[in-house]
């Protein structure tokens, strides 16, 4: 929606799940800065957006996900994530109560607006996908103040409006869901007040540095697996997946973490990771980092520690902990 802007302000592109996204705008180094110090600002073109009416709203949108969605007050969001019966993950998505009706933002927004009228019954929930928002994200420590500049801004997992953009703030930033034809000018003003563009590139690199799984590597996987266990409550009624959570509290048997994974050469995401001749996990999300040189995170078998020497397409990786800036 905004490709015009964006080159003009020297955007490279790339592909995230099919669709054209700003890659890097300018110097790697500088853009995971950003993200760290900053206020970076990226655009999730690839994401979606879901909306649910209707007198039964809450309780189809409860049995679906793996959050207590009857105790999310009005003007709150969270993550949350759609389990098939086996408790793997189909769907991530974060859910913003918005009191007569719920939006949820998610990477795979028609996959799941699939799936929920294929379980709506009798219940009375209207689905769309409204088309008429972006999804941006404002990112870094200095974030606040720069979103100040459209208006008053909600607090720690509160969801607000200002300049007619929708603000759902989490620990690390806040998602920005501005009109369509509003986009251009907000983001504008984000860049007057010291946001600085970046591309997907550097936030993959943040990802893996901070151990953060996205869909690439957590889809078909437990959430217990993959570090999304907070998103997970085990107090709630049955949804779709609840009786391999349980099992899990229980039990706790599952049989891989997520780790990271330091390589002496570059390292291909899905490639499998072998010790001592044995398979013992494979490599999600692999990027060359500024500061670290070539690092992945890896879906490893929980003997594994760090410190590890596994093999990786014939070359050596070690195995380290998350997030990589605690070693």
């Known amino acids: 929606m905004l ?35 900053g206020a970076a600002l990226l655009d999730f073109a690839e994401y979606g957006l879901l909306e649910l009416k209707g007198t039964d709203r809450q309780e189809f949108l409860h049995n679906q996900c793996t959050s207590d969605i009857k105790k ?12 098939n019966n086996r408790g793997q993950i189909e769907h991530t998505g974060l859910v913003l109560n918005l009191g007569e009706r719920f939006w949820v933002v998610s990477p795979s927004a028609s996959r799941l607006a699939e799936r929920f009228r294929r379980y709506v019954v009798f219940d009375q929930v209207e689905i769309a996908e409204p088309v008429d928002r ?18 008053e801004i909600p ?50 690199v943040w990802r893996v540095e901070h151990g953060i799984a996205d869909l690439q590597e957590a889809l078909g996987e437990l959430p217990q697996e993959v570090g999304w266990e907070s998103r997970v409550s085990y107090k709630k009624g049955c949804y779709l997946g609840q009786e391999i959570m349980a099992r899990l509290e229980a039990r706790g048997n599952t049989r891989y973490h997520l780790m990271g994974l330091l390589g002496q050469r570059d390292l291909r995401s ?41 093999e990786i397409e014939g070359w050596s990786a070690t195995v380290a902990r998350l997030p990589l800036d605690m070693l």
């Not at 592909?15 to 705008?25: M, T």
């Not at 490639?271 to 996990?281: D, H, M, T």
């Not at 490599?283 to 929980?302: C, D, M, N, Y």
């Open 72 to 83: 999310m007050p009005t003007g709150t969001g969270l993550e949350t994530l759609f389990l």
């Open 134 to 151: 972006l999804v941006l994200r404002l990112h870094g420590h200095a974030s606040e103040g720069v979103a100040q500049t459209l208006g």
């Open 270 to 310: 899905g490639a499998e990771v072998f010790r001592e001749g044995k398979s013992v996990g494979k490599v999600g999300t692999a990027v060359e980092s500024p500061g670290w040189g070539a690092i992945a995170l890896g879906l490893l078998r929980k003997e594994l520690n760090p410190g590890d020497q596994v």
């Open 155 to 204: 607090g720690t997992w509160g969801v607000g409006s200002a300049d007619q953009t929708l603000l759902a703030r989490d620990e690390r930033g806040m998602w920005l869901l501005p009109p369509v034809d509003m986009a251009e000018s907000v983001v504008r003003k984000l860049l007057e007040a010291g946001a600085t563009l970046v591309g997907r590139q550097a936030w993959r």
């Open 3 to 37: 490709r015009a802007l964006y080159e003009s302000l020297g955007a490279e592109w790339g592909q995230e799940r099919g669709k054209d996204v700003p890659w890097r705008f300018g110097r790697l180094a500088d853009e995971t800065e950003a993200l760290h110090f």
